[in-house]
């Protein structure tokens, strides 16, 4: 598509070196925040790609998963004004279950000639062997790998994995879903703007009622 003069191609699609960091996001927190945003520091990347699963098969009938567009908001709140980090919907836009492999060939075509990282924790690195083509994950991007709080895990030894480190926060979606059901806090684990899209489109209200509203004070 041709370019009007002064107009850049459109957002960053001439970035050289892109970050992929996928996940479920359910909700987004700051250990995936803190994360990528080391992970663009060490590696010098132009970009990471928050890049929400429509269907995260692997968890796919193991709970409910909140609509992929909601959580596609949520991210889209929590790095709005980080520079760096941009949401990802193209595996909304493909549609069905989610395979890295697949989302790294739209990432090579969007991103012509630019390096490719695909960024995990390492509980997620450590099941790479169960992903969808995980050979052509490794052939078509550099995988990253940052530790996470937890049982240390065993990583393929045939993989040329980059290991960046970050601060390990003890933070998980679990934790957070968790935290709303019972009404304990969430001050600091998510983002002010995240915690608007939650609450404007009602996420994370359990029983039908709404363990936030119970905490109110006078
Ligand atoms: P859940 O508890 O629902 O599995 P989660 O917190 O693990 O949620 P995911 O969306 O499953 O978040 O993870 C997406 C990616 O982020 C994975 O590669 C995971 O390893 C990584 N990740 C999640 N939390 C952290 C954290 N606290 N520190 C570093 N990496 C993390
Ligand atoms: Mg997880």
Same mark, same amino acid.
């Given at each position: 598509?041709?370019?009007?003069?002064?107009?850049?191609?459109?957002?960053?699609?001439?970035?050289?070196?892109?970050?992929?960091?996928?996940?479920?996001?359910?909700?987004?927190?700051?250990?995936?925040?803190?994360?990528?945003?080391?992970?663009?520091?060490?590696?010098?990347?132009?970009?990471?790609?928050?890049?929400?699963?429509?269907?995260?098969?692997?968890?796919?009938?193991?709970?409910?998963?909140?609509?992929?567009?909601?959580?596609?908001?949520?991210?889209?709140?929590? +790095?709005?004004?980080? =520079?760096?980090?941009?949401?990802? &919907?193209? #595996?909304?836009?493909?549609?069905?279950? @989610?395979? %890295?492999?697949?989302?790294?060939?739209?990432?090579?075509?969007?991103?012509?000639?630019?390096?490719?990282?695909?960024?995990?924790?390492?509980?997620?690195?450590?099941?790479?062997?169960?992903?969808?083509?995980?050979?052509?994950?490794?052939?078509?991007?550099?995988?990253?790998?940052?530790?996470?709080?937890?049982?240390? +895990?065993?990583?393929? =030894?045939?993989?040329?994995?980059? &290991?960046? #480190?970050?601060?390990?926060?003890?933070? @998980?979606? %679990?934790?957070?879903?968790?935290?709303?059901?019972?009404?304990?806090?969430?001050?600091?684990?998510?983002?002010?703007?995240?915690?608007?899209?939650?609450?404007?489109?009602?996420?994370?209200?359990?029983?039908?009622?709404?363990?936030?509203?119970?905490?109110?004070?006078?």
């Amino acid at each position: 598509m041709p370019v009007a003069p002064g107009q850049t191609p459109s957002s960053g699609k001439s970035a050289r070196r892109v970050g992929v960091f996928g996940g479920t996001f359910d909700p987004p927190h700051v250990g995936h925040l803190v994360t990528a945003i080391n992970v663009h520091h060490a590696l010098d990347l132009d970009v990471v790609v928050m890049m929400v699963a429509n269907v995260p098969w692997q968890k796919d009938g193991t709970r409910d998963i909140t609509l992929a567009e909601d959580r596609l908001a949520m991210v889209a709140a929590a +790095v709005e004004f980080v =520079p760096g980090l941009i949401p990802g &919907r193209q #595996e909304l836009d493909l549609g069905g279950n @989610s395979y %890295t492999a697949d989302t790294l060939a739209v990432l090579a075509d969007e991103y012509p000639d630019a390096d490719l990282f695909t960024i995990v924790g390492d509980d997620a690195a450590a099941k790479l062997h169960s992903w969808e083509r995980s050979d052509e994950v490794v052939s078509r991007s550099g995988l990253v790998v940052v530790d996470r709080p937890g049982e240390p +895990v065993v990583l393929d =030894p045939a993989v040329d994995w980059i &290991r960046v #480190e970050v601060p390990h926060l003890d933070v @998980s979606s %679990t934790d957070l879903r968790a935290r709303f059901a019972d009404g304990r806090p969430l001050d600091y684990l998510l983002t002010d703007a995240t915690l608007d899209v939650i609450e404007r489109r009602g996420l994370y209200l359990y029983d039908g009622d709404s363990a936030r509203d119970s905490q109110v004070t006078p």
